[in-house]
């Protein structure tokens, strides 16, 4: 119905590069099938970018009954170089995966380092997905998963909720004021107060017809806990301004306990000229404008021999994270850096997943990485 690959075609190899079909004709016919080592990597060498791997269940699933062993970067690890992935087991086992692991991978782990971004420029603010209207539907799930993986409170997605089984959260849009017209914002807001469930957050949208500062006074004045400006940017001026405004005027009018929550356009940047006057953000285009990351799958060994193209590293390698929290690629038959952990970890032995892919030990996972190599401090 819908332009979307459908799952099936996904599993079963179909979702695939043309090419990879004609090397499966090829090398049946040949009649060879050779057992090899391929790693799928970024940078070949640390470049001092960290990135956030993500992706990591979806590509899990789609390798899993499968005559191959997989070693991994748990999801949730800040990278530099080197391969996240290991693969290992007769070639034509997953050769027309090729496409789709990669797409499992690079996409997710581009959004995942730009929501962390946004999350390391306020630790201790709450920051909700706001971005699945800036992507094709069928994968929302996934931006919210990469949000979360960053440490992301909340997302507002329905769909995306059902998939990752926890509710949506959400204010209400401009839509719903226009509907009810200039001069008629309390009843809009008091149409939402009374409607929706009890659970639900009173978080009144304060920028539709009138003046911020005045909107959400109004708002404060009916009982609401939050405000949210969204302030198209065509008329923000100086939107910390506004926001220290809102806030003062609040505080004056008896309603300290208000908090101010603001979305549209947010960066890391606004988030650190703005944490110290807001309570919270939606952040969207930030994270699903992310360029995905540009990953490959490469041949790195044939029948316990070292293989490579040109201006590839052949040979299997080990990846370290050192205690100063640098990240070190090496052989993996050489010996490791003193006082360094080894990051790559089985996920898959005989085609049965043998590690953790749940989305909350790869949220708490980054946040532990990320203060090890002091992402964002830079």
């Keep these: 119905m819908f332009d979307t690959v459908p799952g099936s075609a996904i599993e079963s190899g179909r979702a695939t590069d043309a090419y990879f079909l004609r090397t499966e004709e090829a090398l049946e016919h040949a009649g060879r099938n050779p057992h090899v080592v391929a790693e799928v990597t970024a940078d070949q060498f640390p470049t001092g970018e960290f990135e956030l791997l993500a992706g990591l269940e979806d590509a899990a699933r789609l390798l899993e009954g499968r005559d191959i062993d997989v070693d991994a970067l748990p999801e949730g690890t800040l990278f530099d170089g080197g391969p996240v992935m290991r693969i290992e087991g007769p070639y034509l086992e997953f050769a027309r995966l090729e496409t789709s692991l990669l797409g499992f991978l690079s996409h997710p782990t581009g959004m995942a380092t730009a929501a962390l971004e946004a999350r390391q420029a306020a630790p201790d603010t709450s ?5 699945a209207r800036h992507v094709h539907p069928s994968i929302a799930g996934t931006v919210d998963r990469s949000a979360l993986i960053a440490g992301f409170d909340g997302f507002s997605h329905v769909a995306a909720g059902d998939i990752l089984d926890r509710e949506a959260s959400g204010t209400m849009p401009h839509a719903l004021m226009i509907c009810f017209g200039p001069g008629n914002q309390e009843e809009a807001w008091q149409a939402f107060d009374e409607a929706v469930a009890p659970d639900v957050p009173r978080i009144a949208l304060c920028d539709t017809y009138d003046d911020e500062v005045d909107e959400a006074v109004r708002a404060a004045e009916l009982g609401f806990d939050s405000v949210r400006l969204d302030t198209t940017g065509s008329r923000r001026g100086d939107f910390r301004h506004i926001v220290r405004e809102t806030r003062w005027k609040l505080d004056v009018a ?13 960066t890391p940047e606004a988030i650190r000229n703005l944490k110290d006057v807001a309570d919270g953000f939606g952040v969207g285009s930030h994270i699903t404008n992310a360029d995905p ?44 850096p003193d006082d360094a ?10 085609g049965d997943i043998v590690a953790d892919v749940e989305l909350s030990a790869a949220a708490e996972r980054a946040r532990a990485d990320a203060e090890r190599v002091g992402f964002g401090e830079h």
Excluded: C, M, N
Excluded at 254 to 266: A, K, P
């Design 127 to 131: 920051l909700l997905s706001f971005g």
């Design 254 to 266: 008896g309603h300290e306990d208000v908090d101010i929550f603001v979305s549209g356009g947010i």
């Design 293 to 336: 990351v540009d990953f490959a799958l490469d041949i790195v060994e044939v029948e316990g021999d070292p293989a490579a193209k040109r201006g590839k590293l052949s040979g299997t390698k080990a990846v370290y994270r050192t205690t100063d929290g640098g990240h070190h690629i090496a052989l993996a038959d050489a010996d490791p």
């Design 341 to 350: 952990d080894p990051l790559l970890e089985p996920l898959i032995r005989d």
